[in-house]
């Protein structure tokens, strides 16, 4: 992956696009260091549609919330138990 400093790409970015698309993803480097990634789209969509959503996006989604059947305190129904012997 070439690595092109955020000067180099904003300068450059006609070129930074064309290596993108003809050699894959192109690093950029804020004060020397890894700041983000060009990918090509096709590769970007293979990424996301392999991702899973996390724990948290789960939880939080509409299809977690449900009314969960919870009796109100006091009418719940105890178990029969049945002597020994």
């Known amino acids: ?22 050699e894959g993803p192109q690093m950029v480097t804020k004060r ?23 724990l948290k996006q789960l939880l939080l989604s509409e299809l977690a919330r449900t009314e969960l059947p ?3 305190r006091g009418h719940a129904r105890r178990r029969q138990v049945t002597p020994l012997g």
């Not at 020397?32 to 996390?54: D, H, I, K, M, N």
């Open 1 to 22: 992956m070439h690595t092109w400093p955020v000067q180099d790409a904003k300068a450059r970015f006609s070129e930074f696009l064309e290596a993108c698309l003809s």
């Open 32 to 54: 020397g260091a890894e700041a983000a990634v060009l990918v090509p789209v096709t590769q970007w969509r293979r990424l996301q549609s392999a991702a899973q959503p996390s």
């Open 70 to 72: 919870v009796p109100p």
